[in-house]
């Protein structure tokens, strides 16, 4: 929910546990699996899931696929991610 003073209800982030910044310093690499796409100003835009929320990543021509671990949060309502982006890394803690 939003963390603003009026209480307004609307939800800034659907999946609060995905990370995002424009500044790579910040993402925890090696434990996560990363994407990212151009912004409109053509500054590129990070998003992350880390190894506690994925069971398993696997991929295919091109296409991530990202099953949720039981444990995460995210289990409640999804299952799978699947990433179609110009840019994904696998950091080498997560399962594939």
Same mark, same amino acid.
Request: no cysteine; hydrophobic share 45%.
């Given at each position: 929910?939003? &963390?603003? !003073?009026q209480?307004?209800?609307?939800? &800034?982030?659907?999946? !609060?546990?995905?990370?995002?910044?424009?500044?790579? /310093?910040?993402i !925890?690499?090696?434990d996560s699996? %990363?994407?990212? +796409?151009?912004?409109? /100003?053509? @500054?590129?835009?990070y +998003?992350?899931l880390?190894k +506690?929320?994925?069971?398993?990543?696997?991929?295919n021509?091109? %296409?991530v *696929? #990202? +099953? %949720?671990?039981? /444990? *995460?949060? #995210?289990? @409640? &309502?999804?299952?799978?991610?699947?990433?179609? /982006?110009?840019?994904?890394?696998?950091? @080498?803690?997560? !399962?594939?």
């Amino acid at each position: 929910m939003s &963390d603003s !003073p009026q209480g307004s209800g609307v939800v &800034d982030k659907p999946f !609060p546990e995905i990370g995002s910044s424009m500044d790579p /310093a910040v993402i !925890p690499w090696i434990d996560s699996v %990363v994407w990212s +796409e151009r912004s409109v /100003a053509g @500054r590129r835009v990070y +998003e992350w899931l880390t190894k +506690e929320h994925v069971r398993r990543v696997s991929w295919n021509q091109g %296409v991530v *696929s #990202l +099953e %949720v671990a039981d /444990a *995460s949060f #995210l289990a @409640r &309502d999804v299952m799978y991610f699947v990433i179609q /982006a110009p840019f994904v890394a696998v950091g @080498r803690n997560l !399962p594939v």
